[in-house]
């Protein structure tokens, strides 16, 4: 699936309804709900997570977490259906400065992974991709033509059908 936007707040809009649809969709994962955000620099994947983590109703100020590797967002479910609150936690890695997948495990990488609980959105994921479960959905964010022009890519449709079209 392919979407084009033409300003950041289309790309957090998109965004942002996805997170929606993925709260008010069943799930069967036996593992964390896992985005794994590829582009270059400047491509729109922060853009992307804060639209999806303002979708999952974070109020915080969302920034990318380059220097600490990994924030963790407590989600407020108390107020959805029951359907809704099958996820108690968003968390947000950056992998930019990371050179092996081993030095996430002391941040307990593997046990937000396998927890089904979570969502992970994990930027710069190339490095760490042989750590990540094969139903991750790969988004991939392009430049456009113009300077606020992107295109975004989910990769793994079939995947994102199943969890988010009813």
């Known amino acids: 699936m392919e979407f084009k936007t033409t300003s950041s707040a289309q790309t957090k809009k998109i965004a942002g309804l996805l997170a929606k649809e993925i709260l008010a969709s069943p799930s069967r994962a036996r593992n964390a709900l896992v985005l794994a955000l590829v582009g270059d620099l400047g491509g729109g994947k922060t853009t992307f997570t804060q639209g ?98 992107r295109t975004i890519k989910i990769n793994k449709f079939v995947y994102l059908y199943k969890l988010v079209i009813r």
Do not use: M
């Not at 968003?90 to 092996?100: L, M, S």
């Not at 490095?127 to 790969?138: D, E, G």
């Open 52 to 149: 999806f983590l303002r979708g999952l109703g974070i109020k915080n100020k969302i920034t990318s977490p380059t220097f600490v590797i990994a924030k963790n967002y407590k989600l407020k479910t108390w107020n959805l259906k029951p359907e809704a609150q099958k996820y108690k936690h968003a968390w947000h890695f950056d992998c930019y400065r990371i050179r092996k997948p081993a030095e996430l495990f002391s941040l307990g990488f593997r046990e937000i992974l396998a927890d089904p609980q979570n969502i992970v959105l994990i930027e710069w994921p190339e490095v760490i991709k042989k750590v990540l479960p094969k139903n991750a959905v790969w988004i991939k964010f392009e430049h456009g033509d113009k300077e606020n022009t």
